[in-house]
Nanobody, 120 residues
Framework: QVQLVESGGGLVQAGGSLRLSCAASGSVFSVSAMGWYRQAPGKQRELVARSSSTGNPAYVASVKGRFIISRDNAKNTLTLQMNSLKPEDTAVYYC??????????????WGQGTQVTVRS
């Protein structure tokens, strides 16, 4: 059983920063690729940043250079540092097991997510 709890979202002005955190329970975390997904109103959920089990990061083009994903396998935590935020980053952000960048993610284990709102 995997449980995921996201936190750290909020309201921020364009150009600002936020740091999201994900606390994971379950033994699969340290051996699995993990990622941050987002879902904007009326849009499909998409994987925007992923970290391999050993911490190798990858990003979709729209966030590359602005977002930084990191993980602590000893603490079962996943973090997303978001800089230079834009209004189009507004979405609910989730962490979960990571597949292909841009994908919608697995069918299970979704937490409640954390809302990020970027005001222009």
């Amino acid at each position: 059983q995997v449980q995921l709890v996201e936190s750290g979202g909020g309201l921020v002005q364009a150009g600002g920063s936020l740091r999201l955190s994900c606390a994971a329970s379950g033994s699969v975390f340290s051996v699995s690729a993990m990622g941050w997904y987002r879902q904007a109103p009326g849009k499909q959920r998409e994987l925007v940043a992923r970290s391999s089990s050993t911490g190798n990061p990858a990003y979709v083009a729209s966030v590359k250079g602005r977002f930084i994903i990191s993980r602590d396998n000893a603490k079962n935590t996943l973090t997303l540092q978001m800089n230079s935020l834009k209004p189009e980053d507004t979405a609910v952000y989730y962490c979960n097991l990571a597949g292909t960048l841009g994908g919608t993610g697995p069918p299970d284990y979704w937490g409640q997510g954390t809302q990020v709102t970027v005001r222009s």
